[in-house]
């Protein structure tokens, strides 16, 4: 890891209950604190169940969204790793992510037969509660509202995008500048798979 504010956010977005089913990928690359690029994909799920309430409520991706689009292992080796190794030693940060994105990650390569990936990572959640803790609610929904961030919610690209604008403003509150003295000042660390 870097001794900068560097970090790529990660989402997704899944189409049952199943941690190999991801339906959509987004992630955006943070310099500085300050977004540079990103990319965003549907995904083939492993299996083309999605849960009817999700696809009308939540993310609004449905079977015929993704029928046509590559399988995981297609869009993880194309697309995701080269982004990520665009910029090397630089974390992900996903929302919730111990406790989803990245079981999403150890899912889909455990189903598909690939070898883990040698990443590390760490949750903004909680980022979140240990640097707003009088926030009623920690959710990157109402992390957006409370913050004033318009955002599609559960749009996989967006919420990574949200989820890197709450890593920048934690750093802001703490008066940090990398993301090894967030980490620090957050009594929380790394984890890598």
Request: with cysteine.
């Amino acid at each position: 890891m870097n001794n900068k504010l560097d970090y790529i956010a990660i989402d997704f977005e899944t189409a049952n209950y199943y941690k190999n089913s991801a339906c959509s990928v987004g992630l955006v690359r943070f310099i500085d604190g300050k977004e540079t690029d990103s990319c965003y994909s549907l995904i083939h799920p492993a299996k083309m169940y999605f849960v009817p309430e999700w696809t009308r409520d939540i993310h609004h991706i449905s079977y015929n969204d993704v029928r046509d689009k590559p399988y995981f292992p297609e869009i993880w080796n194309s697309m995701v790793m080269p982004f990520i190794n665009k910029t090397p030693g630089v974390p992900l940060v996903a929302h919730n992510g111990n406790m989803f994105d990245m079981p999403v990650i150890k899912g889909c390569c455990e189903y598909f037969e690939m070898e883990l990936p040698s990443i590390e990572y760490f949750d903004s959640l909680i980022i979140a509660r240990k640097t707003w803790p009088n926030i009623g609610s920690h959710k990157l929904t109402d992390l957006g509202q409370h913050f004033g961030i318009n955002y599609l919610a559960h749009d996989a690209l967006e919420d990574s995008r949200v989820c890197g604008q709450i890593i920048k403003l934690a750093a802001d509150k703490w008066g940090v500048n990398s993301v090894e003295e967030l980490l620090t000042v957050c009594k929380t660390g790394i984890h890598s798979f």
